[in-house]
């Protein structure tokens, strides 16, 4: 293409920043040609694009840059060793040979800018091993969960008693997103939860009835007890039957159809081997509290030898201040961010990074679309084994008495 002065010219005054820089990335070599163009802001602009270009040049390995052509970071990914095995055998089994990474890439979902990593659950169907969760996002919530598609989100994590407004439920206005984004249905999975109100049986699938109709879906990809039982303070909360019962009368819901896979959640790891014996239908996945200061190893383990699928939430210290901490820890902790700046990104990149490579599902959420991105994007920091053991090694630096009542879920 001939980059003359009128091309130019429109390229750096009429359209957009980033796209002016989109199409200038190949003519750099006749930036002299500015000098003799007439318009008085069109020096300075172009100037600005070689700024911005050059600086991509340098930092062209940053893990954070948004390019399109990035990939998965798969060697770190199917090396490192996790409490629940490899994640080529969270996603399905593998050695590490040719034909087990080609299940890993069968065993992927596409996005825009890479591929999510995924675990295949007991129904045979696969759940991303990065979402967003909802249940902050409030009166944000269309809004974030349609941009959240759009960037290439594929799994929303909401509960039947989150609330997006005082007159919506978060479960409705999710449904809104997902229509505004145009995203099909069929690529979507969305999980859910339901409280001890609705563990009898009459109960629960009047409440999976209303899961559906306020989804706007014919099933649920997955559906998990909330918590085991109703905390003590928690006046609202009556329950309709046990955590056995409960878990006995989802397995109906699956047998329904209107359910694939069903899991717990807030459980401890005698619990989790209770239901494991108990149940009619296998666990597909447990939900517990899980950050680099309370990594849950015990219940872990127990997830892991049954092959429970493993996803955690306040991944990103969110519990910590919620009961009261002051600073969240997963932000300012020394080691956390040594990593981050030996690697050029976030302190929370290294966080959802390192989680997953542990083979550990996340569901942060964000009200700020910035962070929305910078999450989804996590996935492409490189972090090292030393990285990885360090991060390990964080386990119980913080701990927190929740004592025996299931709050929070899950054993250090």
């Not at 696969?126 to 598609?149: N, W």
């Not at 329950?239 to 329904?256: D, F, H, P, Q, S």
């Not at 300012?332 to 390192?354: E, G, H, M």
Request: charged share 25%; aromatic share 8%.
């Amino acid at each position: 293409m001939q980059w003359n002065k009128e091309v130019i010219e429109f390229i750096a005054v009429e359209l957009p920043l980033e796209l002016s820089f989109e199409l200038c990335t190949e003519c750099w070599a006749q930036l002299y040609i500015s000098v003799y163009l007439d318009g008085v802001m069109l020096f300075p602009k172009l100037l600005l694009l070689l700024v911005v270009y050059l600086t991509q040049v340098i930092c062209e390995e940053s893990p954070i840059a948004n390019d399109a052509n990035a990939n998965f970071d798969t060697n770190v990914y199917e090396k490192s060793s996790i409490i629940n095995g490899k994640p080529d055998d969270v996603i399905g089994g593998g050695d590490g040979s040719d034909e087990s990474k080609k299940r890993n890439e069968d065993d992927a979902i596409s996005s825009n800018v890479y591929t999510i990593p995924t675990v295949t659950l007991k129904s045979g169907h696969k759940m991303p091993l990065l979402g967003l969760g909802s249940d902050k996002l409030e009166g944000g919530t269309v809004k974030l969960v349609k941009e959240a598609l759009e960037m290439g989100y594929r799994l929303i994590d909401t509960a039947k008693n989150y609330e997006a407004t005082w007159t919506e439920s978060s479960e409705v206005a999710i449904a809104k997103g997902i229509a505004a984004s145009g995203v099909p249905r069929s690529e979507i999975f969305l999980t859910t939860k339901i409280m001890p109100d609705f563990f009898g049986i009459k109960e629960m699938r009047k409440a999976v009835k209303e899961c559906l109709t306020d989804l706007r879906t014919d099933y649920l990809d997955l559906l998990l007890l909330h918590h085991p039982s109703c905390e003590e303070d928690d006046t609202d909360c009556s329950a309709t039957g046990t955590l056995l019962e409960g878990w006995k009368n989802m397995a109906a819901m699956v047998n329904e159809g209107m359910v694939r896979d069903i899991g717990v959640s807030n459980v401890f790891s005698q619990q989790l081997k209770n239901l494991s014996m108990e149940g009619e239908k296998p666990i597909s996945v447990l939900q517990n509290w899980f950050d680099p200061f309370h990594q849950d190893r015990r219940t872990r383990a127990v997830a892991a030898k049954n092959g429970i699928a493993y996803t955690g939430y306040s991944t990103l210290g969110v519990v910590w201040t919620d009961e009261g901490v002051k600073e969240n820890p997963v932000f300012i902790d020394s080691t956390i961010k040594q990593i981050a700046d030996r690697r050029n990104c976030a302190p929370s990149d290294v966080v959802l990074k390192w989680a997953v490579t542990r083979g550990v599902a996340v569901i942060p959420g964000s009200t700020n679309s910035t962070h929305l991105r910078m999450n989804y994007n996590s996935l492409k920091v490189k972090l090292t084994e030393e990285d990885l053991i360090l991060m390990d090694g964080l386990n119980n630096k913080l701990t927190h008495d929740y004592g025996s009542s299931g709050i929070g879920g899950g054993e250090l």
